[in-house]
């Protein structure tokens, strides 16, 4: 395993032979990450992962006023805001849900943990693609009868109700 960063517990890497690892999740093991902790005004937190190795490796800083250092330079602009981020998530499609049913319910259960617990990334939004998507084993959609605007004969499918709904 790699070693136990600040941020992040150790990962099981996996290497399918393209230049970079993954983190392998089991039944009994799945890596995690320490709860998130705003950082104190004027200061950052920065989260890195690399081909070489790094995974979620945390770090902190300060915001200067000034740039004294060469690097990349970030200019800040507080007194303007254009959005809110109302949160941070995925796509659970057709490939992604029969992927997790695959798995064991321990398994799967710490993969979901993984992705939403206070020990894993957070997610709080999850977007399902309306119909079949390119990650869909079938071309398929909920009403193909012509001119029916009143959507009588819309019906999910099995891909729905047994795996993402």
């Known amino acids: 395993t790699l070693p136990c960063l ?22 009994t093991y799945c890596d995690t990450l320490d709860p998130l902790v705003l950082p104190a005004p004027g200061s950052y937190v ?15 800083g300060k915001f200067q006023s000034s740039l004294s250092t060469p690097g990349l330079l970030l200019t800040l602009d507080i007194s303007t805001l254009y959005q809110r981020v109302k949160g941070f998530g ?5 490939a992604a849900a ?7 319910r321990p398994a799967q259960d710490k993969l979901l943990r993984s992705y939403f617990s206070e020990s894993g990334i957070e997610y709080n939004l999850i977007r399902v693609p309306m119909a079949c998507s390119d990650f869909s084993v079938r071309p398929y959609s909920y009403d ?6 009143e959507l009588k004969h819309f019906r999910l499918v099995d891909e729905d109700v047994k795996m993402k709904v």
């Open 98 to 104: 029969m992927n997790i049913l695959k798995l064991s």
């Open 144 to 149: 193909d009868v012509p001119e029916d605007y």
């Open 90 to 94: 995925g796509s659970l499609s057709d």
């Open 46 to 60: 920065k989260y890195e992962s690399s081909k070489a190795g790094k995974r979620l490796e945390r770090s902190e």
């Open 6 to 27: 600040p941020g992040a517990r150790p990962c099981i890497p996996k290497d399918f032979g393209h230049g970079s690892l993954v983190c392998a999740c089991s039944a």
